[in-house]
Nanobody, 118 residues
Framework: QVHLVESGGGLVQPGGSLRLSCEAS????????MGWYRQAPGKERELVAS???????KYSDSVKGRFTISEDNAENKVYLQMNDLKPEDTAVYYC????????????WGQGTQVTVSS
């Protein structure tokens, strides 16, 4: 079992920045895919960005050029730097660990609210 804890959400004005952090309770495997998802009211949860041991990074088209995902394997942490935030980025952001080693398993954090508003 892996527990994920997010932090760093909050209220920010359009054009502002936030940095989300996610800490895993146990060491991750090189094959694990760490990702950030978000869910806005009335919408489905969507992938924002994912990283696999720094080798493969993916972003949704809506955040390319504005968000950056990174990881610190020594600290079992993954980050999401969000710049030039827009009101449409408002959502609950969830950290995800997708484990493909052994039975495929998804672990989720409790979520952190990001609100972009003037």
């Amino acid at each position: 079992q892996v527990h994920l804890v997010e932090s760093g959400g909050g209220l920010v004005q359009p054009g502002g920045s936030l940095r989300l952090s996610c800490e895993a309770s146990r060491s991750t495997f090189r094959s694990d895919i760490m990702g950030w998802y978000r869910q806005a009211p009335g919408k489905e949860r969507e992938l924002v960005a994912s990283i696999t041991t720094g080798t493969r990074i993916k972003y949704s088209d809506s955040v390319k050029g504005r968000f950056t995902i990174s990881e610190d394997n020594a600290e079992n942490k993954v980050y999401l730097q969000m710049n030039d935030l827009k009101p449409e980025d408002t959502a609950v952001y969830y950290c995800n660990l997708h484990r493909v080693l052994g039975p495929t398993t998804d672990y989720w954090g409790q979520g952190t609210q990001v609100t972009v508003s003037s």
